[in-house]
């Protein structure tokens, strides 16, 4: 293994291929991002694997991933280059001016929530950003935000990995929706009613337990599950002409209920609210650009920042 001790042997420029390496796990994609030619990437790659003694991408089947040493790198890396342009650029950030990419963890609900707001503002003062929005688990989410992987996620994460920041923006409810003929003329359905009739179920991922199951699990009690979806913004579109329920954060109710022919009531049981937050890493929280975005994530979701205090939530 060669010695990388002596500073004056590395050239710094592979340190940000290096880093569109890691981000893009693609040569083709990250010689694009990075206005260079295919078969100059790859060569910055071989050089790259000399210098650090490990192949720092692999391909496994058609795609290639990152070894153990490559996901070690991608967090600090990101924080050094981040320094490095602090120290070169100052800590002024221009908006207007800026030339890069922010990487951003949204679910379907999240998305749903903030870039209706979030697209115009960024066309209109940073034409320059490019936003990629990418959606996982809560817990992968969180955990690439602490690898540095993402530059910051909305949602709800009970549990935050060390090194994770969070603010919250809003607290959300649980309400019901359904076909207005469901309700056969009531204003609600009753717990054993609402637990025998057949349920619309939003599930993330692979995983179909999610708060308003554990809850009723607790409680002993089990709802009747018809159809499972694993998207909240297509779900109250799917009732019409049916006798499903859905059970789903108001912010996603449809502004004219009784045009779509539906009809909301609140659960017929306690479903705690629970706390909408964006969070970031420690290594990001003085960043000018990551600061930026998160005051405007903030604002596309309605947060009066004059009352928001910052830090990690307990």
């Known amino acids: 293994m060669h010695s990388i001790h002596d500073l004056r042997r590395i050239d710094l420029n592979l340190l940000v291929i290096l880093d569109a390496l890691l981000d893009e796990r693609h040569v083709s994609r990250a010689a694009e991002r990075l206005a260079m030619t295919q078969p100059a990437v790859s060569h910055a790659l071989n050089r790259l694997r000399d210098l650090l003694d490990d192949p720092l991408l ?6 290639m991933q990152l070894t153990r040493r490559g996901f070690e790198l991608a967090g600090p890396l ?10 070169v650029l100052g800590d002024d950030f221009d908006p207007a001016s800026a030339e890069l990419e922010l990487r951003l963890g949204l679910s379907d609900y ?3 929530v903030a870039l209706p707001a979030l697209l115009p503002m960024l066309r209109r ?4 950003i490019h936003l990629d ?9 969180a955990e690439q935000v602490a690898r540095g992987e993402l530059d910051g996620a909305l949602g709800v994460f009970p549990l935050l990995p060390e090194g994770v920041r969070a603010q919250r923006l809003f607290e959300e409810r649980f309400v019901c929706l359904c076909a207005t003929d469901t309700l056969g003329g009531r204003d609600r359905l009753g717990l054993d009613e609402y637990l025998a009739a057949p349920h619309l179920r939003v599930a993330l991922q692979q995983n179909p337990a999610e ?3 554990s809850h009723l699990e607790r409680l002993g009690r089990r709802r009747k599950v018809a159809a499972t979806v694993p998207h909240f913004s297509v779900a109250p579109a799917l009732l019409a002409g049916t006798d499903l329920v859905l059970t789903i954060a108001a912010r996603m109710l449809p502004d004219d209920l009784g045009a779509h022919g539906l009809a909301c ?14 969070i970031w890493s420690d ?6 650009a990551r600061r930026w975005l998160r005051g405007k994530l903030a604002q596309a979701s309605g947060l009066d920042l004059r009352q928001s205090p910052r830090g990690r939530l307990t």
Do not use: T
Not at 78 to 87: F, I, Q, S
């Open 133 to 141: 929005v990418r959606q996982a688990s809560r817990l992968d989410m």
């Open 58 to 63: 692999i391909r496994v089947g058609n795609q």
């Open 283 to 288: 290594a990001s929280d003085d960043d000018p």
């Open 211 to 213: 708060e308003i199951d």
């Open 125 to 128: 003062e940073a034409p320059g």
């Open 78 to 87: 990101r924080e050094l280059l981040g320094g490095v342009r602090r120290l």
């Open 110 to 112: 999240g998305a749903w």
């Open 265 to 278: 009531f609140e659960p017929p049981l306690h479903l705690a609210r629970f706390d909408f937050v964006q």
